[in-house]
């Protein structure tokens, strides 16, 4: 994988690239290219916007609400939030994308922050609720992170500083993170430390479907906690190619990417593969990396 990783750099698919292999107690780790194009070069520790890894965090808080007994996964999102106008969606929908919404919130380029929070309590993107498919929707976990909130009485941020970051020793996973000179650029006219993603960035860069900064040390040690702790519960929960906030490869595997390019791919509860990379700078245009990225992928579940 590190050779492939390596090859997609000197291509100029992306600048460069931080990559963990994860085995039992024994972890590599590989930092190769640039973090900005023309010439600033990739260090240690640096910061990635992680897009839709985010969501596995938002996962992570909602089993521990369930562990808490503060919510059960079959509660719908009405019985913690009145004001959602939909009385079927449950909090398990939500997690595997199979609440009948559109993939993003129609209203994310046009609508005040106020607007659009009241737009996905409406559901006035919700296309298909008598039928539901599954559908990835970053709209579920937004709405997630609103019931997270609710529950919590708590600022997302707050909430997720105070149960995951901080307990976990998360010391560089933040929303709206301040150390820019650690930052890694996303798409050219993005400020760094400004979310990538739109809509997250509509929601004042705090919300349940993007908008977390991390290190590749610090997924180390979330992805570390989620094979100890979560990996045998969100294999029971298989359903149509999805768990409770991953994607399902096979009986064994477990993954998810952002649009940023990162990706977490646990194989086991011992093996796992995490890849930070910028692919998004200086444009979203695809070059050629997410092919590659699939790749990798299946070349990581094939090899022993």
């Not at 719908?76 to 993939?103: D, M, V, W, Y």
């Not at 296309?127 to 909130?149: T, V, W």
């Not at 050629?288 to 022993?304: C, N």
Request: charged share 25%.
């Amino acid at each position: 994988m590190i050779s492939i990783i390596h090859e997609a750099v000197d291509n100029k698919l992306i600048p460069g690239a931080s990559s963990a292999f994860i085995d039992g107690g024994k972890i590599e780790t590989d930092i190769y290219g640039l973090s900005e194009y023309p010439n600033t070069k990739l260090q240690k520790n640096m910061i990635y916007d992680i897009a839709s890894l985010t969501k596995l965090f938002i996962a992570e808080r909602i089993f521990q609400l369930v562990d808490e007994g503060k919510v059960n996964l079959d509660d719908t999102i009405q019985t913690h939030i009145n004001s959602f106008e939909n009385s079927r969606i449950t909090i398990r929908k939500c997690l595997i994308h199979k609440t009948g919404f559109a993939p993003s919130a129609g209203g994310r380029y046009t609508m005040d922050t106020k607007r659009l929070i009241e737009s996905i309590l409406k559901c006035e993107d919700l296309e298909n609720p008598n039928n539901p498919q599954m559908i990835y929707s970053c709209i579920n976990f937004i709405i997630l992170g609103l019931l997270i909130e609710k529950i919590d009485e708590l600022p997302l941020d707050i909430s997720l500083e105070k149960s995951i970051f901080n307990p976990l020793g998360l010391k560089d996973t933040q929303y709206k993170p301040t150390n820019l000179e650690r930052i890694v650029p996303t798409e050219t006219g993005t400020k760094k430390g400004v979310v990538h993603d739109e809509t997250a960035r509509k929601l004042n860069g705090v919300s349940g479907n993007a908008g977390i900064f991390s290190t590749l040390k610090d997924l180390i040690k979330f992805t570390q906690y989620t094979m100890k702790n979560r990996y045998t519960e969100l294999k029971e929960f298989c359903e149509d190619s999805r768990t409770l906030g991953w994607n399902v490869y096979n009986e064994e595997t477990l993954y998810h990417t952002g649009f940023t390019g990162p990706i977490i791919i646990m194989k086991d509860d011992k093996k796992a593969l995490i890849i930070l990379t910028n692919r998004v700078h200086p444009s979203r245009s695809d070059t050629g990396y997410l092919k590659i990225r699939q790749e990798i992928l299946e070349k990581f579940i094939s090899t022993d």
